[in-house]
């Protein structure tokens, strides 16, 4: 169903990306991006492309979903190693050889059916090495999927750029598909247009998901309601009043079969974006809340769109003091490197409707 709430994992369920499903599929590089704003469908086409890729040609896939790390200040290799730990585990469960391939790596013990890795400082698992097994140990493709990867950037004691680098220039069946909402951010973790960095000069094949456009966005709806024979005419207005997003626009769908109400149901879609867009920007805001009362003022200022000198201007009459230009610059690029805001022209917008509404 089209209006399913949850990340979709079935081709069938999901509208209009056949080419993104393909080229995602097509593995080009031995590391792939996806990028998108949040809720723009990232995790569901991963999902259907790696379960294809499972069934069609027997691909390991290693899921590491790092949402779970957003209200942390900062990630420790332990947290990367468990979440790692428990998808090996389940991929064990399948696969069994995995457990006698994972044998020969110091830090791995093996409890009955369980993989423990160790991360204490003498004796811990290293990436590296689990990825040299892995290569070795397994006669397919091992699909390693950091969803929301931009999280890595807090992540403490421990460089992965390295590996990811080793990895793409040695390993044949090892393949990395990265996604990232805070598209600014995760070029920033991967530094691949910084020469000294590890990745540097490394071709990245990226698939990029953008919003609905009208179009796109009314025949969404218009196939979502037609596939449970529901009447709802309402398409256009509801583009101009939620925006091209999925999410929000499956949210609405989902609320609509719901309640059959159709103020109800937007009320309810700008409710929730509302609240789940202000705990997303608290997040943000955790290692900069030094700044929180600006921030929030700022996006306030361009909920509907506007300059560097209406920034300026009421950020000074608020607090009655002078604030220089290159901490307005700070604030501004912040904003604009985890995709809350963008720049077009000299007018700095929300990055999509929503944020918008969430700040008015
Ligand atoms: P992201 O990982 O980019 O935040 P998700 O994959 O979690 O996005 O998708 C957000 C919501 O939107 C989910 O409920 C998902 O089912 C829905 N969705 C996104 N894109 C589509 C699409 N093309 N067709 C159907 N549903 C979609
Ligand atoms: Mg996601």
């Not at 942390?72 to 790692?84: A, E, G």
């Not at 090495?129 to 931009?150: N, Y």
């Not at 890595?152 to 220039?169: E, F, Q, S, W």
Request: glycine share 4%.
């Amino acid at each position: 169903m089209l209006f399913d709430p949850v990340p979709k994992t079935n081709r069938r369920d999901f509208f209009d990306r056949e080419r993104e499903i393909d080229q995602l599929k097509e593995l080009r590089t031995p590391i792939v991006l996806v990028l998108g704003l949040r809720r723009t469908g990232k995790s569901s086409l991963i999902k259907i492309a790696t379960n294809e890729l499972n069934k069609e040609k027997d691909a390991l896939i290693l899921y590491i979903d790092l949402r779970k790390f957003e209200e942390k200040n900062y990630v420790s290799y332990r947290d990367f190693l468990l979440q790692l730990q428990n998808e090996i585990n389940k991929m064990s469960k399948k696969y069994h050889y995995i457990m006698d391939i994972l044998r020969r790596i110091q830090g791995v013990s093996i409890v009955g059916t369980e993989i423990k890795f160790s991360w204490s400082k003498e004796n811990r698992v290293s990436f590296h090495s689990l990825l040299d097994v892995l290569e070795e140990g397994s006669d397919r493709e091992v699909i390693i999927v950091l969803d929301e990867a931009q999280e890595l950037v807090k992540m403490r004691g421990i460089n992965i750029l390295p590996t990811l680098a080793y990895a793409y220039d040695n390993l044949k069946k090892v393949k990395f598909v990265i996604s990232g909402s805070e598209m600014g951010l995760l070029y920033e973790f991967l530094k691949v247009n910084t020469p000294d960095s590890p990745l540097y000069g490394r071709a990245i094949s990226t698939v990029e998901l953008r919003p609905f456009n009208k179009e796109e966005a009314v025949l969404f709806l218009n196939q979502g309601f037609k596939e449970v024979n529901v009447t709802f005419n309402k398409e256009e207005e509801t583009y101009e009043r939620l925006g091209g997003i999925p999410g929000w626009l499956t949210y609405f769908g989902f609320s609509y079969l719901e309640s059959r109400d159709y103020e109800a149901s937007l009320k309810k879609t700008l409710d929730h974006a509302r609240e789940l867009i202000k705990k997303e920007f608290e997040n943000f805001l955790l290692p900069r809340y030094i700044a929180k009362k600006r921030y929030y003022l700022i996006m306030k200022v361009l909920s509907k769109c506007g300059r560097w000198s209406d920034v300026k201007r009421t950020l000074e009459a608020e607090e009655g003091i002078e604030i220089s230009d290159s901490e307005i610059y700070n604030y501004l690029t912040q904003l604009m490197i985890h995709s809350w805001i963008v720049k077009k022209n000299e007018t700095y917008c929300p990055a999509e409707p929503l944020i918008g509404y969430a700040f008015t």
